[in-house]
Structure formats: C-alpha cells, structure tokens
C-alpha cells in the first residue's frame, strides 16, 4: 500500500496488466490522480481527511482495457470553517469491469463539503458493473454539504446504481444509548464512528485503522 501524507501536486500513473495497487491519500491538501488501468488490474483508493486543513481532490481513472476492478472509498470529519472538495471520474470505457465508489463526510461547526461524482459507461462498456454513494451527516445548522453523483450510460447491458444522503445523527439512537448511562458525547462519538466503519474496514493495515479511529474520536473534543 503507497501512502502519500499531505500530497499536494499531480499524480499520473498506470495499474498494470493483472496488478494490484492500492493507494491511500492522508490528508490531501491539493492532489489531482490521473490513473489508467489496463487489462484484469485491481486498483483501491483511500482519501482520508481527518486534519484542519482545507482539501480539494480531483480523481479520475480510466479503465482502458477490460476486466478491471476499481474501488474508491472516503472519508471526512470536518470542523470550524475547514472545506473539503472531491471530485471523482470513473470512466468505462470498455466492458467487464466492475468499480464501486463509497465516499461519507461528517460536518461540524460552519465547515463546508463537497461531493462530485462522474461515473460514465461508454457504449462498448457492456457487461459493467458500477456503484457510486454518497453519505453525510451534520452536527450543526451552519456546515454545508453540496453532492452531485452523476450517472451517464451509453450501454444497455449494465448493473449501475448511485446515490446520495445527507442528514443529522439519529436522535432515537442517542436517546437509546443516553437511557443506558453513556453520556452524550460518547453516544456521539459510538455513532460517528458506526457510520465511518464500512470505509475503514476497507483499510488492510489494522494499525492504521485503529489511528483513523483514535483521529475520529480527537475530533470530537
């Protein structure tokens, strides 16, 4: 696994012929990824931003050759005035491949967010499998969080789905776990960290995750 801590430039690589890469952005200052794969390669990305500084992430990859495998994940806590911004591209443009895209953002404070999505199957992309989702959660009247997952198919022989949430901490949840004797900002922080957990399962360093737990958790102080 390549990790690339506070990146902040251009990245244009190709995934081999039957490669596996995964990449994990920690906390990204202004990264643009270029990434091409090309026959039956896997490539899984992580965007992780858990500091204060302001992000803005652009992503595309391109399946040039068939039977690849692409699979994006993120996640953002957000606090004070902090913006986030990512951009994703997924574009099939033959057929085979699978890609699937799970990115979720928690806004505190008057933070902003962003979330743009492209997935594209071309009209030779049949027999593609994509998935795109977008889920977010706000813990004050003043974050704003702005999503656009965008589906385009030129192809009729596909399974495609996307979609987007955004809302606020399940209060029957807190209310459940507060009536048990654990106090509001641990139900909070129990909560966050359920809803965070599909992304950082995804992490094959348990190390890491067990630190990407210990930031979420900070973050909450």
């Known amino acids: ?3 690339f801590e506070n990146i902040d430039k251009t990245l244009s690589l190709t995934v ?17 990824l270029h990434i091409r794969q090309l026959k039956d390669s896997e490539l899984t990305l992580h965007v992780l931003s858990l500091s204060d500084a302001d992000a803005h992430v652009q992503i595309t990859v391109a399946q040039d050759e068939p039977g690849c495998t692409t699979s994006l994940y993120g996640l953002a806590f957000t606090r004070g005035t902090q913006t986030v911004d990512v951009e994703t591209h997924v574009l099939h443009n033959v057929g085979g491949g699978t890609s699937n895209q799970l990115f979720k953002n928690v806004l505190a404070d008057s933070s902003r967010a962003t979330f743009y999505g492209e997935l594209k199957v071309l009209p030779d992309a049949q027999k593609t499998e994509a998935f795109q989702t977008n889920r977010n959660i706000l813990l004050s009247r003043e974050a704003k969080m702005r999503t656009r997952p965008q589906l385009e198919i030129y192809a009729d022989d596909v399974k495609c789905s996307h979609g987007a949430t ?8 807190l209310f459940y776990l507060q009536q048990r004797g654990i106090p509001l900002a641990e139900a909070q922080r129990l909560l966050l ?7 950082i399962t995804t992490i094959p360093d348990e ?8 930031q979420i958790s900070a973050r909450l102080v």
């Open 1 to 3: 696994m390549q990790i």
């Open 16 to 32: 081999a012929a039957g490669e596996k890469k995964h990449m994990l952005l920690l906390s990204p200052e202004n990264a643009v």
């Open 166 to 173: 955004t809302g606020q901490l399940d209060p029957n949840a």
């Open 193 to 199: 960290q359920a809803f965070f957990e599909d992304v």
């Open 207 to 214: 190390t890491l995750q067990e630190d990407i737990r210990a």
